[in-house]
């Protein structure tokens, strides 16, 4: 038993967090790391080429994608019936906020940047929200104010650290994650002992674009996807202070 039920999840499992607390007026409130309100993809357009595909061809493809597992974490591949029951996810959270509003106090942190989910998306669903202790925190790499008071905007840039921007995945790990922080095992970790590397928002198709301009010795870094977010101790400490406010 408890008496403050509070629900916190990261990308998919956000707006899993969202439609529970749409459904149950009990939630003391949630807590939502990069909430997928919208995917940023043209998640229609693949859904539709899936079902054409199948209905013109008699095909039936499985994956979007399918690259060599190589993270302890997550998948690299993914699977257009993911991709389809995301966008039905989103689908229904829209249609059931547009019929009644969260009652619980809102907490969200997103990237400006994020190149997998709609910020602006994620923005306009916490401004839709009226509960005046709900709160966003909103990296960003340029100065950007909003009059909503409850918004307050972090610098998602780091020279010294050299990154850019914020990205998607980076938001829930600390820089001393073992695996995906600044000494973090992982191949793909942002560590500073690489070189030539800038990290940030970067999706699959950045990476590969700005690969070919460095190996053409045409830029002088490379980009890749940041794996942690220098803030992290101020946005953990961020949402307890949210919690013991509420």
């Known amino acids: 038993e408890a008496d403050n039920i509070y629900l916190m999840g990261y990308s998919t ?17 949630v807590i939502l790391i990069a909430p997928a309100i919208r995917i940023k993809a043209p998640v229609d357009i693949v859904v539709a080429l899936r079902k054409f595909t199948q209905l013109f061809y008699n095909s039936h493809p499985d994956w979007l994608y399918k690259e060599k597992e190589r993270d302890i ?4 591949s993914i699977t257009f019936n993911a ?5 039905e996810l989103t689908k229904i959270i829209r249609d059931l906020n547009s ?19 709609s910020s602006h ?16 925190l909103l990296y960003t790499s340029i100065d950007h104010r909003y009059p909503d008071k409850r918004i307050e905007t972090r610098c998602g840039k780091y ?17 001393t994650n073992s695996y995906y922080g600044i000494e973090g095992t992982y191949e793909n ?17 950045e990476q590969q674009f700005f690969s070919l301009l460095y190996n053409a010795n045409l830029i002088k870094n490379k980009r890749s996807e940041l794996t942690y977010n ?6 953990a400490e961020d949402i307890a202070a949210f919690i013991n406010r509420t």
């Open 189 to 205: 970790a942002s560590r500073l002992d690489k070189k030539n590397v800038i990290y940030g928002a970067y999706n699959r198709l």
């Open 73 to 76: 974490g997550k998948y690299h």
């Open 159 to 175: 020279p010294n650290l050299h990154i850019n921007h914020c990205s998607h995945i980076s938001l829930p790990f600390a820089p």
């Open 83 to 87: 991709v389809a029951q995301v966008a």
């Open 230 to 235: 220098p803030d992290f101790e101020f946005l």
């Open 13 to 29: 499992g956000a707006t899993l967090s969202v439609y529970q607390a749409l459904l149950d007026n009990t939630i003391a409130g």
């Open 121 to 136: 998306q994620a923005i306009e669903f916490f401004q839709r929200q009226r509960h005046a202790d709900s709160r966003l």
């Open 99 to 117: 019929m009644r509003e969260l009652s619980c106090p809102v907490y969200m942190a997103i990237s400006r940047e994020d190149e997998t989910i």
